[in-house]
Structures are given as C-alpha cells and as structure tokens.
C-alpha cells in the first residue's frame, strides 16, 4: 500500500509530502497517524535544518475524507462525536510539533489548501504559493467547526473581524488575496514553484540554525507576553546566541565585507 506521508531528507532540507493525490491528498485515519509520526521525527533529526511541507500531485490538501464522514452517517450521534474527538486528538502532536520545533517550517501550497489543508498550512512558519492556489476554510460547508489549530492562527496572522469571515462564510479565495491578508508570503508562477521552494528551503538549511530557533521562538511566544517577559526573553535568547559559533562567523564575515559560512553550530 502507498505510504500516505513520504519523507526526504537531503542538504538539510525534510520535505514532507501529503501522498494520496488521487483525493487531492485528503486527509485519511492513516495519514493522521503517519503526519505524527513524521513531524515527530523530523523535530529530533539535527540533519534537518529546515523543513518543506508540501502535497503530492496537483494539489495540497482539499481536507477532510468527507466521502468517509459520509460513510460514518450510519452511526448514531454519540458514535460519530466519539470517533472524530478521538482522530482529532491523535492529530494535535503533528501541530504542536510544527509550532514546537526549532526550525522553520515552510508549506509550498499549489491547487487546493482547504479545510484542515489550510488549517495545516497556517501552521507553518512561512508559505509560497503558486499562482493558481487557492483557500478555502470550508469547515461551515459542511456543518463543522474548525480544528487543526485554525481558530487559534487564522485571527493571530489576519485579525478577528477577518478571521470571522473566513471562517464564517467559508468562502473561496486566490493565491493573491491570500498574499494580500499574509497567509503566504510568496506568490510565483505554478511551474516555478518547485524551483522557488527549494531556493527557500536552501536559504533557511544554511542559516544559523541556533539564531532562527531562537527567532521562531520568540515570535512564538510575543503573543502572549507582556513587553517586560518578553524583553527579557530576548535578553537571554541574544545571550544563548553570541556563545556560537555561528555568532563568531557572522560577526567576523560582517567585519571583512563577505557572506557568513553558518554551520548550524
């Protein structure tokens, strides 16, 4: 059977694919299982330097199995509320782990990003798009709430009153809107998305790996702090920084006037 998360790890650089491209990569009771299993790995494994979130075909994730929630209709009430309870608990680790772990985190979107795909792509660090993507929240669509952790980083990225009517009308919208409201950073013709990806994905393997967790971290942590926690956040984070290697590189290659060689150290 084909493995429904595929995983390479090549120059730093994890590149997770959503493998079931015949649904448009919707998310299945395997896939959840998988997706935990291999953020959770690739959160430990210090040869990933970065990380590359993308689907397997022409799309990202259309959500759902809702041909399968179809299929669960002959149960009663109490039956369905306890299996979807049960699947979306065993899917929180994957998201925390994207939020959690010390490395950047980047959803190459083309086709679809709806329900639990966008869900899962706002839970990235940073996004690129091709040109012909386009965003649905879409739970309402079909009688639901959102989960994946939308409700928490839809408003955090656009604000409330936004958020409210993404999330409320569950209307359709295009990479260029997407762009415009800060769901992705970058928006690039659909057949150079690949090519643009890993140039990204390059940049941020050869970074100095210690500085942007502690970045990552940082931004994290900004919503919830008042100003004095988190200037001291910063105060120990620059404090952790300056005793790398990393550091010492930087600063000598900004002193001679040539690009810092960071190693992650």
């Known amino acids: 059977m084909t ?36 953020m959770t790995r690739v959160e430990a494994d210090p040869a990933a330097r970065c990380v590359v979130l993308r689907g397997a075909g022409d799309h990202f994730m259309a959500g759902g199995d809702v041909k399968g929630f179809h299929g669960r209709l002959a149960e009663t009430p109490a039956e369905r509320s306890a299996h979807f309870r049960a699947k979306i608990h065993k899917l929180h680790p994957a998201i925390v782990a994207m939020r959690r772990m010390p490395k950047p985190v980047v959803a190459s979107l083309r086709g679809a990003a709806a329900g639990f795909g966008l869900s899962l792509a706002l839970a990235t660090d940073l996004a690129i798009a091709a040109e012909d993507a386009y965003f649905t929240l879409a739970y309402c669509l079909i009688g639901t709430s959102p989960d994946g952790g939308s409700s928490f980083h839809l408003p955090r990225i656009v604000g409330l009153r936004k958020a409210m009517e993404i999330a409320l009308l569950g209307e359709r919208f295009n990479a260029e809107t997407a762009q415009r409201l800060g769901l992705v950073n970058w928006v690039v ?77």
């Open 3 to 38: 493995e429904t998360i595929l995983l390479e790890v090549s120059e730093g650089v994890a590149t997770v694919t959503l493998n079931r491209p015949e649904v448009l990569n919707a998310l299945s009771d395997d896939m959840v299982a998988a997706l935990v299993e291999v």
């Open 189 to 265: 013709p659909s057949d150079e998305l690949e090519a643009e990806t890993a140039k990204l994905a390059a940049r941020l393997a050869r970074g100095p790996g210690h500085a942007l967790a502690e970045t990552k971290a940082l931004l994290n942590a900004s919503f919830d702090n008042a100003l004095e926690a988190q200037l001291a956040l910063e105060v120990e984070s620059f404090a952790s920084c300056a005793a790398t290697q990393d550091f010492a590189e930087g600063v000598t290659a900004f002193v001679e006037k040539r690009s810092a060689q960071f190693t992650g150290t």
